[in-house]
């Protein structure tokens, strides 16, 4: 085994903060742990170790938060919130308004159920926060619990729309509500919400396994409330290995057979919270092997090489492919139509393109370049320069305005994201501190993504947290605490 470099994650025990080695054995990564009371351990980090070596190439420069309100002074992560050592802002902020939930999801990262609700005045307070510490957000993400049984959904949906600086709101949702109330469908279109639908392809033995029943029959009905209302859709897809790969082709082909879908999230399956159980019964699929897989299964339609990571993320959290929607239909990758810098020189910290003055003039340079450049070897190459010319004058029309430019985007542009979440066995503090999503707290804490769900969420992590703080005398309070008082 040859050793890569070192890092800190944690025990998987007791959750607490340890030396890691990043090891190889040629093939695979791995994280050799050392914990004082519980001993070694190895996990497997990542499949293919020329990937893993080749993201680190795409890190860039960090966009920091104009507010922080973490806490320096303790060792991280202990003192998130965010704090000085973290290298970059938020992308998307994901906001837990209720614990309740109508399922009971087997991989649940939340382990959602409770009866809690977020107030509007509390999420209005949270947004001014947010919006103090990021200038503008571009995607604001309600989530849960089930966020459409909020009994105030609506209100907060208002209450982020009536700040400018909030462009977009999405809600991560299993859908199954809509079903049983499909007027909630207009509601939403009518203020533009992007509905993130969990959807796990199109054969019940994902949802049996995954989502602890039978759920294909409600989820085809969910589609076809969404599609006949024509609302921007987005397909959540968890995936599991030898359990759903096998649809990931089937719902690309959804995504672009749909005008109204506008992008799809694939997530390997985390062994955090509910999900836990699975480690070791499920293998671990890293992003490397999702890219693998749908180059594999794409049809053509789909390369591996469409793919390039999330610049201003961890490279080993994100990778994404964006395809041009042509004027007849068809779909080409942007890698195809320009060079991958200027693409990630174009995205450098956010995951949609042109959301501010200056990106946007960015992007309708990126834009002339490719229809006056040489096109001539892509597929319908006079399409795809009638299709740019297009896209050129529309954005050239009129001023800059944030949420029309969002309105552009996704009408011309599909997007295939995929996003690994962690748990406790690749757990990666310089992962962390590139985190671009976070859990906004009541309190004003910022909780990076990873941190919340492998930690926050874990009593054993909040009583090392407290011996942590309660020695430098600090008061040990935590966010989760305060949110466990009030589940």
Not at 31 to 48: L, P, R, Y
Not at 51 to 65: F, N
Not at 117 to 134: K, P, Q, S, Y
């Amino acid at each position: 085994m040859e050793t890569l470099g070192i890092t800190q994650s944690v025990c998987n025990t007791c959750c607490q903060i340890v030396p890691a080695k990043i090891r190889t054995d040629g093939t695979a990564v791995y994280f050799q742990k050392f914990c004082a009371e519980h001993g070694d351990s190895q996990n497997i980090v990542h499949n293919d170790l020329d990937d893993y070596l080749k993201t680190q190439r795409y890190v860039k420069p960090a966009w920091i938060p104009e507010e922080l309100s973490g806490q320096s002074e303790i060792p991280c992560p202990h003192g998130c919130g965010l704090c000085d050592r973290h290298e970059q802002h938020l992308c998307m902020p994901i906001v837990e308004i209720t614990s309740r939930c109508d399922l009971a999801c087997p991989v649940c990262i939340a382990d959602a159920g409770q009866k809690w609700d977020m107030t509007v005045e509390e999420f209005g307070a949270l947004a001014d926060r947010l919006i103090r510490a990021e200038r503008q957000i571009d995607v604001l993400n309600l989530s849960g619990g089930e966020p459409l049984l909020h009994p105030q959904l609506l209100n907060i949906i208002d209450e982020a729309l009536g700040r400018p600086e909030i462009v977009r709101v999405s809600v991560s949702t299993n859908g199954l509500s809509l079903l049983r109330n499909p007027r909630l469908v207009r509601e939403l279109h009518d203020r533009n919400v992007v509905v993130a639908l969990q959807f796990d392809g199109f054969d019940d033995k994902a949802y049996e396994v995954l989502r602890g029943k039978q759920l294909l029959e409600a989820k085809l009905g969910i589609l076809d409330l969404l599609s006949e209302v024509g609302i921007s859709t987005s397909l959540t897809f968890t995936a599991a290995s030898d359990i759903n790969t096998d649809q990931l082709a089937r719902t690309v082909e959804y995504l672009f057979s749909h005008p109204h879908v506008i992008s799809m999230m694939i997530q390997p399956l985390s062994f955090a919270g509910r999900a836990s159980r699975f480690s070791g019964k499920i293998d671990r699929l890293t992003v490397a092997d999702v890219v693998r897989l749908l180059g594999e299964t794409g049809g053509g339609c789909v390369k591996a090489s469409d793919f390039v990571p999330l610049p201003c993320s961890h490279p080993l959290c994100f990778s994404l492919a964006y395809y041009l929607v042509l004027n007849n239909g068809q779909m080409v990758s942007l890698n195809e139509l320009v060079d991958a810098s200027t693409m990630l020189d174009s995205l450098t910290n956010r995951t949609i393109f042109g959301l501010d003055s200056e990106e946007h003039d960015r992007l309708k340079a990126m834009v002339y370049e490719m229809w006056s450049g040489p096109v001539g070897s892509t597929p319908d190459s006079e399409v795809v320069m009638k299709t740019l010319r297009s896209i050129l004058d529309e954005i050239s029309s009129s001023r800059f305005d944030a949420r029309r430019a969002f309105g552009v985007a996704e009408r011309h542009i599909k997007s295939v994201f995929i996003h690994a979440f962690q748990d406790v066995e690749d757990f990666d503090l310089s992962r962390v501190r590139r985190c671009c999503q976070a859990y906004p707290q009541p309190n004003g804490k910022l909780i990076p993504a990873c941190v919340y769900n492998v930690l926050r969420r874990d009593s054993s992590y909040r009583s090392s947290v407290n011996r942590v703080t309660s020695s430098m005398g600090t008061d040990g309070k935590e966010p989760c605490n305060e949110r466990g008082r009030r589940s």
